[in-house]
């Protein structure tokens, strides 16, 4: 059964695009013969619209490039010679590396938002992915709503169940985004200073912002990624060995494109000694864990699903702080660690504090970022927080984050915008559809049946980073224009630091987190300055 709605394009469309493109019907596709800054700006645009990567590219990039002359383009122009050179590279000197030189930038389109996360698990990728906060998700594609459609789940006797319920949630969703549209613009007042089009999308994306977890996890998302060969091989054996047969699905689509443009990198994926045998121990492991974890803790008792978001500070070493002087000194010197360690523990807290004041010099902005001495300590957090909040700090891939399934036993979060509209009745009753279609999802689909799971039900999930990765991710994610959900998340993680863990130096590093209550539109200032730019943009 397909499961994606193949494009329709003009024979004059379908001329340009089989250019720069590895196919014009399937959601996977590859980018070639386009200069890379052309390919980066596609993704970026991307992330922020409604349409495909192929309709965005004909309808905004095309007119703006010079394609005279690349009507005989062919994407596998050179590719036998450098097959024939990599065999020479790789099989008589066997350097392993030279895959991490060949990059392919990929669209990975109609995933639903389970699968988006198995897409962004690798550290050494770069992705973009379409947001909830700037795109309405009630349009429909060929007709029908954007969720994903199993298709184990369709031919069983839950199929039409699964479909009726689904496209009741996001008629839900659409009305909501009306309904809290028109309550915001009674409740906060357009300023005489903001141009319509400021006001418009500020409104919209707060909107946006507080219905978006009536969506489920089989809602559809585009994702824009880059990879080297390398990193698209171990990405493709762990979405082989994945559970969920959407995942399993997705790796052949995307292996199929793939080898239009880098096949000698991804030829160890189908040998049975390489990566048969790697797909094979990941399955194998993946099972065991299941099992043990079932006999070891299935009697333990869950807490109450209505517990409230949480953030715990679970480890954290005491002695930090004379850790990352140590650290901060060290390559200013010629001694011993040890020798280092030693004088800084004899080191008034002042004497530190300069130390620590020296190193991190006068940070203008949250994009300066001091030396890796932060890399010397660690903290590990244990979130219980919406499932939205989790994809968004999700992508923060350099630290660890681990998470569990997605249920609805942990209680929802119904966002305070949502009370004030008088709205809460609607999204409670779409909370309560979307946790019957789990529960009868769950015994014959319990892979699948997370799909049916709304995005404001909470997930837990662990994190844990240094004191460098502290500072990007808990300033960023702290800003004003951040998501409610998240923000609370990482201020919390800063006061944990500071208080519980007892690292008031570490803390005053982070200089800018925000600590303020949820502005009325968290966008605004940021639209604001996008349309001061645009103005500069267009100045003489």
Not at 240 to 250: G, I, M, N, T, W
Not at 298 to 321: C, I, N, Q, R, Y
Not at 411 to 435: C, I, Q, T, Y
């Amino acid at each position: 059964m397909n499961t994606y709605v193949a494009e329709e394009f003009t024979p004059h469309e379908a001329d340009i695009l089989r250019r720069y493109f590895t196919n014009l019907d399937l959601p996977v596709f590859a980018l070639v013969n386009l200069p890379e800054v052309v390919k980066g700006a596609l993704f970026a645009r991307y992330s922020r619209s409604h349409k495909s990567l192929r309709r965005l590219f004909l309808d905004e990039f095309v007119t703006d490039l010079d394609i005279t002359g690349d009507a005989t383009i062919d994407a596998t122009v050179g590719l036998a010679r450098a097959e024939q050179l990599y065999e020479k590279v790789f099989v008589e000197y066997g350097d392993d590396s030279v895959a991490q030189l060949g990059g392919v930038h990929l669209a990975c389109e109609q995933a639903s938002n389970l699968l988006t996360k198995v897409l962004e698990w690798g550290r050494l990728m770069s992705y973009l992915e379409q947001s909830t906060r700037y795109i309405a998700y009630d349009r429909r594609l060929d007709g029908r709503y954007r969720f994903y459609r199993d298709p184990d789940v369709l031919a069983s006797g839950l199929g039409t169940r699964y479909v009726g319920d689904m496209d009741r949630m996001f008629d839900t969703y659409g009305e909501l985004v009306s309904d809290m549209v028109g309550a915001l613009r009674e409740l906060i007042p357009q300023d005489p200073s903001d141009s319509d089009f400021v006001y418009r999308q500020a409104i919209q994306a707060r909107a946006f912002d507080s219905v978006r977890g009536i969506l489920p996890g089989a809602s559809l998302s585009n994702v824009g990624m880059f990879g080297t060969g390398q990193s698209y091989e171990m990405l493709l054996m762990r979405m082989r060995a994945h559970p969920l047969p959407e995942a399993r699905r997705y790796a052949e689509l995307m292996l199929q494109e793939l080898r239009k443009v880098i096949p000698s990198f991804l030829r160890r994926i189908d040998q049975p000694e390489r990566g048969g045998e790697w797909t094979a121990y990941l399955e194998e492991r993946n099972d065991e864990m299941r099992e043990i974890t079932t006999r070891l803790l299935g009697g333990v008792s869950p807490e109450s699903p209505d517990v409230a978001d949480s953030v715990t500070l679970v480890s954290f070493d005491p002695d930090a702080e004379v850790a990352l002087v140590t650290a901060m000194l060290y390559p200013y010197s010629n001694l011993a660690e040890t020798a280092i360690r030693a004088t800084v523990e004899a080191m008034s807290a002042a004497e530190r504090v300069a130390v620590v004041d020296a190193y991190v010099g006068d940070r203008g902005n949250r994009r300066h970022k001091p030396g890796r001495a932060l890399e010397r300590i660690d903290y590990r957090f244990d979130v219980l927080a919406d499932y939205g909040a989790f994809r968004d700090l999700q992508r923060h891939r350099m630290l660890t984050i681990e998470w569990q399934p997605l249920t609805p036993y942990h209680g929802f979060n119904r966002p305070e915008a949502v009370d004030v509209a008088g709205l809460a009745d609607r999204f409670d009753e779409a909370m309560d559809r979307s946790a019957a279609l789990y529960e009868a999802m769950k015994e014959p689909f319990p892979t699948q049946a997370p799909y049916a799971v709304a995005l404001a039900y909470r997930i837990r999930f662990a994190m844990q980073f240094n004191a460098r990765e502290a500072m990007h991710l808990i300033e960023l994610r702290s800003s004003p224009q951040g998501h409610p959900a998240y923000r609370r998340v990482a201020q919390r993680m800063y006061e944990l630091i500071g208080r519980e863990a007892g690292h008031p130096a570490v803390a005053a590093l982070l200089r800018h987190v925000d600590l303020s209550d949820d502005p009325p539109l968290g966008r605004l200032e940021a639209e604001r300055r996008a349309e001061e730019r645009r103005r500069r943009a267009v100045s003489p």
